[in-house]
Structures are given as structure tokens and as C-alpha cells.
């Protein structure tokens, strides 16, 4: 069994790269339980959200990264692209 958190972070981009989206939220959120605060997971799950065209789930990860780093610059382009898309 995968304890590991990065392992956990490498199988879900992993997935997400292959465009397997539920499998990549299911490593990324077993990653998130063991470190809720994980800026690179919050992140991520942003990202795959935003792929597959679920601006609002998108827009709460993000708001999260903000939360734990204001500076986060992906995060800050993504919240206003979102924005101006809705």
C-alpha cells in the first residue's frame, strides 16, 4: 500500500497526464488526508477540475492554495481566468 505522499502525488499527475481524471483525484485526495495543507495537491486537484470543465470545484481548490500562500502566482492567474470566464 502507497503511504507515501509523494508517490501519491507522482501516480495522480501521472494519471492526470494520461487524461485519467477520477483515478488522479483518488491519489490526490489520499494525498490531501495526509496533508490537507499540500500546497502542489491543492493545486493539482485545481487543475484537473478545471479540465474537465468544473470551474466552481476549480475555483475552491485554488481559493485554498491562496489561503495557505497568498503569493501563489498560478493559482492567483487561474482564480482570475476563472473568474472572467463565468
Do not use: C, R, W
Request: hydrophobic fraction near 35%.
Amino acid at each position: 500500500m502507497m503511504d507515501d505522499i509523494k508517490e501519491l502525488i507522482e501516480e495522480g499527475k501521472f494519471y492526470f497526464l494520461n487524461q485519467k481524471y477520477n483515478e488522479a483525484l483518488q491519489y490526490l485526495n489520499k494525498a490531501l488526508e495526509k496533508d490537507p495543507a499540500n500546497i502542489e495537491v491543492l493545486y493539482t486537484i485545481g487543475i484537473i477540475y478545471e479540465s474537465i470543465n468544473n470551474p466552481d470545484k476549480a475555483l475552491e481548490y485554488f481559493k485554498k492554495v491562496i489561503k495557505i500562500d497568498p503569493q501563489h502566482e498560478d493559482a492567483i492567474i487561474h482564480i482570475h481566468s476563472i473568474s472572467e470566464n463565468q
